[in-house]
């Protein structure tokens, strides 16, 4: 069987030709990446495909699930991601693109099924504990934004991937030293409070050394000068290590924590330093469960697209969808 994978973000659009093979796996036979902005609309980044990335057109796929940073509304078939300037829409997928079957999920439901692949098997383990099969499994990430969703097991086998806008929320500050932080992003931003977007982010790096020093630099930029002394290195990993911290108790992720996402991969800096270790842990009720619960990172920047394909491969092989998008 063939499928067409896409990871839809804020930053980059990516998408995967894959293959099934005779023992139920998956292979990733090409992969191609665009830039999102440089496309108008979701019709013309899929034109963009047709012209020049995979050689699979959507007709030849036996399904075609597209992962996208936001909300799924109106039946599984529509989103309007709070960080893209355009819908995807593919209630009308089979006539206009041509494809067989068409799926849209959240682009960490797709980071969720990801954990169940080849490159959760191969995650980096960050902070050791010990995996609870039978418990939740928490997935979080930085990237354009920031990123999360739960696997929840079901009586029987198998889990339901359950998603997350937790990234809108409030990010909780607890110093006198971030409360003027919070300051400046209210000012910086123009927000009534600022949010685990604003803070945990591509973005949020930027932000966080323009309080530290004065300099306004891209996050590349920033990364760059992560050395052991870092201060902006330092925030930022207190920063991570908390949305990660919280969102592990919120779900109760004994059965792991997986942090995926652009930042972390190319920066793994940001969770291996001693300050994301000291704030995951710190809890004064929790602190046990917390030691127990193993962290890892996800390396493989393609995760979404080898979770989106093995979400369709589920659909093929079973018929029927076990996820709430």
Known sequence: MKILAADIGGTNSRFGLFETEPDGGLRLVR????????????????????????????QEADISVMAVAGPIERQ??????????????????????????ALLIND??????ACR?????????????????????GVIGAGTGLGKAALVPVQGGGFVA????????????????????MRFLQRELGTGYPTGNDVVSGKGLSLIHQFLTGERLDP???????????????????FYGRSCRDYALEVLARGGLYIAGGVA???????????????????????????????????????????????????LK???????A
């Open 31 to 58: 992969s191609h990446w665009y830039r999102t902005g440089d496309a108008a609309s979701f019709g013309q980044l899929m034109e963009m495909l047709r012209e020049g990335g995979l050689s699979l057109k959507p």
């Open 76 to 101: 599984g078939t529509y989103s309007a991601p709070p960080l893209i300037p355009w819908a995807v829409d593919i209630s009308d997928a089979q006539t206009r693109l041509g494809c067989k079957r």
């Open 108 to 113: 960490f439901i797709a980071q969720a099924y």
């Open 117 to 137: 692949s080849r490159v959760g098997e191969e995650a980096r383990e960050i902070l050791a504990g010990t995996i609870s099969p039978g418990d939740a499994a």
């Open 162 to 181: 359950v998603p997350s806008e937790g990234g809108h929320a409030a990010f909780p500050f607890v110093s006198e030293a971030e409360c003027g932080f």
């Open 220 to 238: 590349r930029d920033v990364t760059a000068g992560f050395g052991p002394g870092s201060e902006t290195l330092a925030w930022a990993a207190r």
């Open 265 to 315: 991969a190319k920066a793994p800096e940001l969770v291996t330093h001693e300050a994301f270790a000291t704030e995951f842990r710190d809890s004064k009720t929790m602190s046990g469960i917390l030691s127990r619960i193993p962290v890892f990172l996800i390396t493989d920047e393609e995760s979404g697209l080898w979770g989106a394909a093995g979400y369709g491969r589920q659909v």
């Open 318 to 324: 079973k018929g029927e969808c076990q996820t709430t």
